[in-house]
């Protein structure tokens, strides 16, 4: 087959759920939400321009369990049915064209800056590293009892996604939330039921997922999102992560995605190494180790920039799903594209600013394309190419903006 013939097949879960193709947009932070985290009229617009554009699979922004702990101005929190016609309206128009659209949920644990949470929660009390302790807070430890209550919150909101008309939920267990830092060693440093080895670090996201699984149907799809490794030292390793996934497996997950990394070593956002250049997926090596130990369909997301690399993936049965997120946020309609038959190259490009200590970051390889997602939300083209020392000013004057309103909101 070729490479429009093979992305084009459609996959069947183990739940019977159909993905009509092999596209699936991996979660991007729109932060669309209002500034108290309600769900807008920008979501719906922005999760049908993709569903228009062909993608298979797509999967929503984290969308936060708990108001008291989010990770960023603009995120939606799903606590409750206040928004229910804005949620049955996302979920329809993000289903067009037979995509599935799954709910991403998060808990942000210490990884809540400081302007929006002065006492933030975590395994353990243990802070960033020096340079980030400015941004955020040093963390309380969990008690026994809020643990419980924090999993039957991911419960509560993945039956109101369902009944919104969400067709699954992917739990956040990557990128350093609360799921990640129950994970790992070094983060995670408990001597009771929920830490003090890979079991019982392991507890949290299993029983999280336990209670999705009663809290929802049996048609309804529950995956997740897992770091194939924290690449910092003291962390969560491939060893551990691959034994994760056996567990997960063995309880029946309908996807895993593989990523990396955290705030502190941000992979996700990286993929120099020469291997990953050549086959354009930063994670498709932890993929093949996977795919040796258990049959759970896999989506690998990170790095695809043609239509050429990412069926070649799928040809190497390293995964199911060619997982995308920065290609899709400027060019919304590609999948439809490769699928029509035609050659593609994502326009992605590392964004330089001029300015070292800014290109050296990843804040402007998240913002820039943050904005493009809301262009997109507001019915606007996105923009293909970032404009240097331009972008960089619209970028911090929208940050500058938010974050003064969520302080007049917090009543500093």
């Known amino acids: 087959m070729n490479a429009a013939e093979l992305l084009s097949q459609p996959l069947t ?18 932060t669309l939400g209002t500034m108290d985290n309600r769900v807008t009229k920008e979501l719906p617009r922005l999760y049908r321009t993709w569903a228009e554009g062909g993608v298979g699979l797509s999967i929503t922004g984290n969308v936060m369990i708990d108001r008291r702990h989010i990770g960023e101005p603009g995120n939606v929190v799903l606590e409750d049915e206040r928004d229910f016609s804005l949620l049955q309206e996302w979920a329809r128009e993000g289903a067009r064209n037979g995509c599935q659209l799954w709910m991403q949920l998060n808990h942000p644990g210490k990884q809540s ?30 008690e026994a009892s809020e643990i ?31 799921v990640s830092q ?12 929920w830490g003090g080895s890979p079991e ?23 995956g997740i999102k897992l770091n194939s490794a924290d690449f910092q030292r003291g962390g969560f390793t491939e060893e551990e992560s691959l034994g994760v996934i056996d567990t997960l497996a063995g309880l029946g997950i309908d996807l895993v995605e593989i990523s990396g990394g955290n705030y502190e070593n941000p992979a996700m956002a990286k993929g120099n190494k020469a291997s990953t ?26 790095g695809f920039r043609t239509e050429l690399g990412m069926a070649e993936a799928l040809a190497s049965g390293a995964t199911d799903l060619v997982g995308l997120a920065r290609p899709l946020a400027v060019e919304p309609d590609f999948p439809k594209r490769i699928m029509e038959g035609q050659a593609f190259t994502s326009s992605v490009r590392p964004i330089r600013t001029g ?18 997602l809301g262009r997109m939300g507001k019915g606007k083209a996105p923009r293909k190419h970032d404009r240097g020392v331009l972008s960089l000013m619209e970028v911090l004057a929208v940050m500058t903006s938010r974050g003064v309103r969520t302080r007049l909101r917090a009543g500093e």
Do not use: C
Request: charged share 25%; proline share 5%; aromatic share 10%.
């Open 13 to 30: 879960l183990k739940n019977g759920a159909v993905i009509p193709n092999r596209f699936a947009k991996s979660a991007m932070s729109e």
């Open 113 to 142: 800056p400081k302007m929006l949470n002065k006492a933030p929660v975590s395994p353990s009390a243990v802070p960033f590293r020096k340079e980030l302790q400015a941004m955020f807070a040093t963390p309380r430890a969990l």
């Open 148 to 178: 419980e209550e924090i999993i039957q919150r991911f419960a509560t909101s993945a039956a109101i996604a369902e009944k919104a008309g969400f067709s699954g939920v992917q739990i956040h267990g990557a990128h350093g939330y609360l």
């Open 182 to 193: 129950f994970l790992s060693p070094h983060h995670n440093q408990r001597e009771d039921e």
């Open 200 to 222: 019982k670090r392991m507890r949290f996201v299993v029983e999280v997922y336990k209670a999705i699984r009663v809290a929802t149907g049996q048609r309804f799809a529950v």
């Open 277 to 302: 250049v050549a086959r354009e997926a930063y994670f498709l090596e932890f993929a093949e180790k996977v795919r040796k130990r258990v049959d759970v369909p896999l989506m690998v997301t990170g």
């Open 355 to 372: 300015i070292r200590m800014i290109d050296d970051m990843a804040l402007m390889e998240v913002s820039w394309y943050t904005r493009q």
